[in-house]
């Protein structure tokens, strides 16, 4: 139950005392909701973000009840590797939260216009928050590595490969125009250096 106990603290710091902070700051939690008309990319990428978190709640939860056993046992070694990642990972959730000031939102209301934020963490990567959350499942899948945590980490990395490319990157592009499309092309969108957008043809 230390894995339900870890994924409470994660949960509470990520979602609920962050969304408590930005309703101070500026009046509003900052959930927007699922974007997107029923059953588009757009749409699925929602829905499978909140599969994957529930799935990652019911792991820990149906290992306890013997109905989903961890498929391998690494030991010491694969509990302080998960440890150590899923630390991090919440970590570097944290900052990047913070770094994204009054910007910080969940989901994407079109018709809202918010800072394109460089600095920080997002002078690393695009969307270190959601590189933060996958590091994170990856350190719950080493600790508790049963075939739900597995699928939920599954469905969180496709979900947010859906958000990213379906929602997030084409708001971005209209609210902020070649500033965006030039922040693309010098700034990975989960790793340093991958996932960059290529140069307009013609330049050099």
């Known amino acids: ?28 939690t900052g959930f927007r909701g699922i974007s997107g008309a029923p059953w588009s990319a757009a749409w699925l990428g929602g829905v499978l973000f909140l599969v994957a978190l529930v799935g990652s709640v019911a792991a820990p939860l149906l290992a306890r ?3 989903d056993r961890p498929v391998v046992h690494g030991g010491l070694g694969l509990d302080l590797l998960g440890a150590a990642l899923f ?10 939260q913070g770094a994204m000031g009054r910007s910080w939102r969940i989901g994407v209301d079109a018709r ?9 963490p997002f002078a690393w990567v695009r969307n270190p928050i959601f ?3 996958m590091l994170s499942a990856l350190g719950v899948v080493a600790l508790l590595p049963n075939r739900t945590a597995l699928a939920a980490f599954a469905l969180l990395v496709l979900a947010i490969e859906l958000q990213v ?3 997030e990157e084409p708001y971005l592009e209209r609210g902020h125009g070649e500033a965006y499309r030039a922040y693309r092309r010098r700034v990975g969108r989960f ?8 140069a307009p043809r013609g330049s050099v």
């Open 1 to 28: 139950m230390i894995v339900l106990a870890l994924l409470g603290i994660y949960l509470g710091l990520a979602f609920g005392l962050r969304s408590y902070l930005q309703l101070r700051r500026t009046g509003s």
């Open 65 to 67: 009840f013997a109905f």
């Open 87 to 96: 630390a991090a990972g919440t970590w570097f959730l944290l900052w990047s």
């Open 112 to 120: 809202e216009a918010t800072a394109l934020v460089t600095s920080g």
């Open 131 to 133: 590189s933060a959350m």
């Open 165 to 167: 490319r379906c929602v």
């Open 191 to 198: 790793v340093p250096g991958l996932g960059l957008a290529p």
